[in-house]
């Protein structure tokens, strides 16, 4: 995860639609071979903002997100690889998914997602973004 002091400019590829991006990130978290756990923030509440105008849109999304970690995890299972998540409450009007480091603690996650998602500038609705981290892929959702 980055710390504070590496703020480098974090490239994301937009992947389309939640539906298009299961797969791609199914077998980007597969290719250790090894169980996955992912860390999922969830929204649960957000000021206004242009990806989230008030609590129908975090519903929405939120209903969104659990729908495509379940999609994720029935794909994960489905090809041999363990699979599990974590939610996490936020306050960000996105959601970050990504799979939890053996050797990073849930709150390094949590503070390192925080501070991923203050950074993103995402402006549209319903948008996946792919982040490629030092600890491996992670999905940014709008």
Same mark, same amino acid.
């Given at each position: 995860m980055p710390s504070?002091? +590496?703020? @480098?400019?974090? @490239?994301l590829n937009e /992947?389309?639609?939640l539906t298009d991006a299961v797969e791609p990130f199914a077998r980007?978290?597969? @290719?250790?071979?090894?169980?996955?756990r992912l860390h999922?923030?969830?929204?649960?509440?957000?000021?206004p903002s242009d990806t989230?105008?008030? /609590?129908?849109?975090?519903h929405d999304l939120r209903s969104r997100i659990l729908l495509f970690v379940h999609d994720l995890l029935e794909l994960l299972r489905s090809a041999g690889i363990p699979a599990s998540y974590r939610l996490a409450p936020s306050n960000s009007s996105l959601c970050f998914i990504c799979a939890l480091p053996t050797e990073l603690s849930a709150p390094k996650v949590r503070s390192a997602a925080v501070e991923i998602l203050q950074n993103a500038n995402i402006h549209a609705r319903e948008k996946v973004l792919l982040a490629d981290l030092e600890c491996g892929? +992670? /999905?940014?959702?709008?």
């Open positions: 504070p002091s +590496a703020k @480098q400019e974090l @490239q /992947l389309g639609s980007l978290l597969s @290719q250790t071979g090894r169980s996955v999922c923030s969830v929204p649960m509440w957000s000021s989230c105008l008030d /609590l129908h849109d975090l892929p +992670a /999905l940014i959702i709008s």
